[in-house]
Nanobody, 124 residues
């Protein structure tokens, strides 16, 4: 099983930017579709962005399109989430996920591996 460690979260003012990283260990993630999900207090975990194994296709939830960019470096076994024009409603714990299912909807399954999460707080 792959182990994932997220970093890059923090406190930022509205309109600011953050770059999250997800470093994998234990096995290569080069054959996995990877994703970012987030969970705000009192809410269910929701999909944010995903990328296919080679990085040629990306997927975003509507609320972050045009502001967030997912990318990957398989040589470094790492996935990134560049977040620009941040809004207070982006405040959540952000989780990296390995082995998600890409389609009309991006979903996680019992085989999906998760990181421990990184807190992103956007102040107004």
């Amino acid at each position: 099983q792959v182990q994932l460690i997220e970093s890059g979260g923090g406190l930022v003012q509205a309109g600011g930017s953050l770059r999250l990283s997800c470093a994998a260990s234990g096995r290569t993630i080069s054959t996995y579709a990877m994703g970012w999900f987030r969970q705000a207090p009192g809410k269910e975990r929701e999909f944010v962005a995903a990328i296919n194994w080679i990085g040629s296709s990306t997927y975003y939830t509507d609320s972050v399109k045009g502001r967030f960019t997912i990318s990957r470096d398989n040589a470094k076994n790492t996935v990134y989430l560049q977040m620009n024009s941040l809004k207070p409603e982006d405040t959540a714990v952000y989780y990296c996920a390995a082995d998600v299912i890409l389609g009309t909807r991006v979903v996680h399954t019992g085989r999906t591996s998760w990181g421990q999460g990184t807190q992103v707080t956007v102040s107004s």
